[in-house]
């Protein structure tokens, strides 16, 4: 959603570094194209205004004391960076779970925001943390609301409470009612209300939550807004703040190529923080909301930390340490090690998500989305296809083993071809760089490039005569 606000960023603090010193008048020019950069990701006006009018006098005050030969770009840079945490919220904020369960959470917003598939991805988060969370189908408008709510629940193992079919009948608010106390008498400690939406903001749709609420007493509101709307949304979400209250904001739909202006905006009109986000149709495409995470996005930095938070989930421990195992141990990297790196990849999420966290992504926008992610399922089926024997030992695949995996994959023989071509070409690398030996090709040292220093040749050491002598000096 902000890859061209995020190219805009880049461009912009990459003329500014390549400047050296800066002047008064750089800072002026680098205010006006966020100006225009924020225009155009539908930013709020009064909004834009508050977040340069910040910028501009903090780094006015900067300027002066910066000492000369320091990196003067980067400093403006830290104060956009600490600018844009704050418009978007400064601190994370969490569900504040009752001292008294069960916590009572009701979801309130427009059709079509996402409220019920976000019901359930709210559940499938909670219970994955140890807690017993109960899904409430309150939503008795829109047509099949009720029905999407159960299979959902089923899919995620969480059940669901729906005495009413819906469909324009039943009373919403004896459902929330009788849902909680259900909730009570069962012992579950986590309720979650789905509640109906309208296409607009009307006296009805008011009426019905305001009851909901003045029922149930939930413990927090969330407000459910897509993020696909632009700064309808602000509207949207004042009219509800004024009218039922609510406590924190959900975006959805952030995987859309909408500008993202009402993520930027909506925190610092309604005073309201955004907790959690959506970010596809999938169950687990959710995450909780982190203003620095957010803004290091913008700003084209990445943000590691949720790709790490989500390398752990998806990689088992025990995998990954018998994997260090083996390469303390000078073992190869095997098929049969890849193909498990592969099944922890694919429960990440998609590639391009995936890649899409890396710093500098904006920048590689095109190739992103052109990234084929068949190409991981057409490579898993290769590996797959091949016994424990020949994943452990590639040398063995002569040209019938390789036949008849191209036959069980279902692809040709050529690819079968390529792929221990590559993997090969990777291992015999692997092999190079744990002996200490840069690959042909390779920067000298990938850590830091900048420091590469030319390898410095050692005269090779005569071997001694003597057995004992010479086996000592090998393992030296």
């Known amino acids: 959603m902000f890859d061209a606000l995020s190219a805009r960023f880049a461009k912009t603090f990459g003329g500014l570094r390549a400047k050296g010193k800066i002047s008064s008048s750089d800072i002026e020019s680098v205010i006006e194209e966020i100006k225009s950069a924020l225009l155009e990701a539908d930013v709020a006006q009064e909004v834009i205004d508050l977040f340069t009018d910040r910028i501009q006098s903090q780094s006015a005050a900067l300027l002066p004391t910066l000492q000369a030969g320091s990196n003067q770009a980067q400093a403006i840079?830290?104060?956009?960076?600490?600018?844009?945490?704050?418009?978007?919220?400064?601190?994370?904020?969490?569900?504040?779970?009752?001292?008294?369960?069960?916590?009572?959470?009701?979801?309130?917003?427009?059709?079509?925001?996402?409220?019920?598939?976000?019901?359930?991805?709210?559940?499938?988060?909670?219970?994955?943390?140890?807690?017993?969370?109960?899904?409430?189908?309150?939503?008795?408008?829109?047509?099949?609301?009720?029905?999407?709510?159960?299979?959902?629940?089923?899919?995620?193992?969480?059940?669901?409470?729906?005495?009413?079919?819906?469909?324009?009948?039943?009373?919403?608010?004896?459902?929330?009612?009788?849902?909680?106390?259900?909730?009570?008498s069962k012992l579950y400690n986590m309720v979650i209300v789905d509640t109906a939406g309208r296409l607009g903001v009307d006296d009805e749709l008011m009426d019905e939550a305001i009851a909901i609420r003045n029922q149930i007493k939930p413990d927090e509101i969330l407000f459910v807004i897509d993020a696909m709307i632009g700064q309808s949304a602000i509207n949207t979400a004042r009219a509800f703040e004024q009218g039922v209250g609510f406590d924190g904001l959900v975006l959805t739909k952030l995987d859309g190529d909408a500008r993202g202006g009402a993520a930027l905006s909506i925190t610092e009109i309604i005073k309201r923080p955004i907790m959690f986000v959506s970010t596809g149709e999938k169950i687990s495409d959710f995450d909780l909301f982190y203003p620095d995470r957010m803004a290091s996005r913008i700003l084209g930095l990445g943000d590691v930390a949720t790709l790490a938070e989500q390398a752990k989930k998806a990689l088992n421990p025990e995998t990954s340490a018998k994997l260090e195992e083996k390469f303390a141990r000078g073992d190869d990297f095997t098929l049969e090690d890849f193909l498990e790196q592969l099944?922890?990849?694919?429960?990440?999420?998609?590639?391009?998500?995936?890649?899409?966290?890396?710093?500098?992504?904006?920048?590689?926008?095109?190739?992103?989305?052109?990234?084929?992610?068949?190409?991981?399922?057409?490579?898993?089926?290769?590996?797959?296809?091949?016994?424990?024997?020949?994943?452990?030992?590639?040398?063995v695949l002569n040209g019938t083993r390789r036949s008849r995996i191209a036959r069980g994959s279902g692809r040709a023989v050529s690819e079968v071809n390529s792929l221990v071509e590559r993997f090969s070409a990777a291992q015999k690398a692997m092999k190079q760089m744990r002996s200490g030996n840069v690959p042909a090709g390779m920067p000298a040292a990938m850590g830091d490039m900048r420091s590469a220093k030319p390898a410095v040749a050692h005269k090779k050491k005569s071997k001694s005569g003597n057995p004992a002598k010479r086996a000592a000096e090998e393992r030296e």
């Open 77 to 184: 840079f830290d104060v956009v960076n600490s600018e844009l945490i704050s418009i978007l919220g400064s601190e994370a904020r969490r569900i504040r779970f009752s001292k008294n369960p069960p916590t009572v959470l009701m979801l309130a917003g427009l059709q079509g925001a996402g409220k019920t598939t976000l019901a359930a991805k709210l559940a499938k988060f909670y219970k994955d943390q140890g807690n017993t969370p109960l899904l409430v189908a309150a939503d008795l408008q829109r047509p099949n609301a009720v029905t999407q709510l159960q299979v959902l629940g089923q899919q995620i193992d969480v059940p669901v409470f729906a005495p009413e079919q819906g469909n324009g009948s039943g009373n919403a608010v004896q459902v929330a009612r009788d849902g909680v106390a259900f909730a009570q």
């Open 343 to 395: 099944e922890a990849m694919a429960k990440m999420g998609s590639m391009g998500k995936l890649l899409s966290m890396l710093p500098g992504a904006a920048s590689m926008k095109k190739q992103i989305e052109n990234f084929d992610e068949s190409e991981i399922t057409r490579t898993k089926a290769i590996v797959q296809s091949m016994t424990p024997h020949e994943r452990r030992d590639i040398k």
